[in-house]
């Protein structure tokens, strides 16, 4: 699904209105339709039983409000309106607006801040609509404002809250919070979502987004190039790797993983245990040796084996040899869980890095090991999509990604000066390609944020890639996977008592889905 930028949505508008010649007023109508109905929705009783409180700006986006405030008044709301901001300011169509709800006998209020009475009335609200703001905020609101007073007000109320096409507050393109941003239920977004509902503060503040068509041109629509989209059931199951009815083991992929140190020995069994689970033919275990017995009485299906280790229990410098001469006879390598953290085995790391050409899937330790030497990701730039990388926000600024223009952006930005994929984990996990494309997974809960789950994913990507999914079908699906599983897990134990293990455990039922 294509997510649009602030600009992206204006021009479509322009060209609806000015070269389609679809009156904006018309446009305004839909919107506020979609608006009013997703508040009825929320109503906890009989219209005529509910009232609803709707805090307007003087823009367009306070027009949609003011309109659907006539249209819930008209379906038996109480209904009382409050303007946020100046009267000269309106805009001409919510200026029309306001004339027929005027018809109606429902006045347009100025918003005081202060003011006991009108607050009291929201606070008791069944409904509360947002349209203080658009997409077209871009900085942040005056914290002594008005307008900071109302986003403050909205969020103390009671009743659901309904944004008109964003939580005002919400940076449209980026999802941050511009100092204060209204937490709503449901946000009716017009046309197309924007991509601060799916990435940043936005996600969450946005609650359930509804996309309400408002009657501008699906061919305007289908137009607009969108370089960032959210990750759908269809993609993922366009990107399994097909089964060959007459394949054997070696006809679905040779793994090898890399990782462990005395202390964690958990993080590559799980990443191995994740590969297996998820369709790899074979799937190699490269440990040090001081925990290679660990490893072979946890590992079932995959097939652990011992790299020298030195002395404190990590990965030594003969296993970079061992670990070379092991990959010549595998399709891919994940590298990383576990390994811990210290100049040798980040020199190990590099070190291999720089010498195969085979697609390396670079996670935890892995990715610490280039902080100071992202010349080793750079050489292997001309290898095409042959690196993945999957960092958190931690690991992603320790290896010198800028998180400041938002994550979408941030891995944008990396993805393209690095010549590699990049999955950037967390709520809202983005995949970014060396074309600029970014991917925004909508799938997961919180029950994945513990130690392993990482790993998990690790195994997953690589599994996937090496079965001979594209790097970005493997990354974006092994992610949507990953956090389907997780959701599926959540669901029959709570997100408090999920387990890495038992996100393995709801592969199948998320791969059956796709089938």
């Known amino acids: 699904m294509k997510l649009a930028t602030a600009a992206q949505m204006k021009a479509l508008d322009k060209k609806a209105i000015e070269t389609w010649k679809i009156p904006s007023i018309d446009l305004m109508e839909r919107a506020a339709e979609g608006v009013a109905q997703a508040a009825l929705d929320l109503l906890p009783d009989k219209p005529a039983r509910c009232r609803a409180a709707v805090f307007c700006g003087a823009g367009n986006n306070g027009g949609d409000g003011i309109a659907a405030a006539r249209l819930l008044f008209l379906a038996g709301v109480g209904v009382r309106v409050f303007l946020v901001g100046s009267y000269e300011r309106l805009t001409p169509d919510a200026l029309e607006e306001t004339r027929r709800l005027s018809e109606c006998g429902v006045e347009l209020e100025p918003f005081a801040p202060d003011g006991g ?48 096409d964003i939580a005002s507050g919400v940076a449209a393109d980026t999802g941050k919070m511009l100092g204060r941003a209204v937490r709503a239920d449901v946000t009716v977004t017009f046309t197309l979502p924007k991509i601060g509902q799916f990435v940043g503060d936005g996600a969450v503040y946005s609650g359930e987004v509804r996309v309400r068509d408002i009657g501008i041109p699906r061919t305007l629509v289908r137009e607009m190039t969108g370089l960032i989209q959210t990750v759908e059931a269809e993609f993922v199951r366009a990107a399994l790797p097909p089964r060959k009815p007459d394949g054997h083991k070696g006809d679905f992929g040779k793994l090898l993983i890399v990782g462990g140190a005395v202390g964690y020995t958990g993080a590559p069994y799980l990443a191995a245990s994740a590969a297996v689970r998820s369709g790899c033919g074979l799937v190699y275990l490269g440990v040090p040796d001081s925990i290679w017995q660990i490893a072979a009485a946890k590992c079932v299906s995959a097939m652990p084996f011992p790299l020298s280790s030195d002395w404190s229990g990590k990965l030594g410098r003969k296993a970079l040899s061992e670990a070379l001469e092991r990959l010549a006879g595998c399709d891919v390598l994940a590298i990383g869980p576990g390994l811990g953290r210290d100049e040798g085995t980040a020199k190990l790391v590099r070190e291999v890095l720089e010498q195969t050409e085979k697609p390396v899937v670079l996670d935890a330790d892995g990715i610490n090991a280039l902080e100071g030497h992202i010349d080793s990701l750079d050489v292997r730039r001309d290898r095409g999509w042959k690196t993945i990388l999957t960092p958190h926000d931690g690991e992603f600024a320790r290896i010198g990604g800028d998180l400041t223009p938002g994550r979408a952006e941030a891995a944008r930005v990396f993805a393209k000066d690095h010549g590699c994929m990049l999955v950037l984990k967390g709520h809202r996990t983005v995949t970014a390609g060396l074309e600029g494309n970014v ?18 994913l690790t195994g997953l990507i690589a599994s996937l890639l090496a079965q001979g999914a594209n790097p970005v079908q493997a990354a974006a699906g092994g992610v949507w996977l990953h956090g389907r599983a997780g959701d599926l897990a959540a669901e029959a134990l709570t997100e408090y008592c999920v387990t890495p293990e038992d996100v393995i455990a709801r592969f199948p039922e998320a791969f059956t889905a796709l089938q």
């Open 117 to 164: 009475e009108q607050a009291a009335w929201a606070r008791r609200s069944h409904v509360v609509v947002d349209a203080v703001f658009g997409v077209g905020l871009s900085r942040d609101i005056a914290p002594d404002s008005a307008f900071a007073a109302a986003v403050d007000l909205i969020n103390l109320c009671r009743g659901r809250v309904v944004a008109a």
């Open 439 to 456: 991917l925004v997974n909508t799938t997961g809960n919180a029950g994945l944020a513990k130690g392993g789950s990482g790993d998990v």
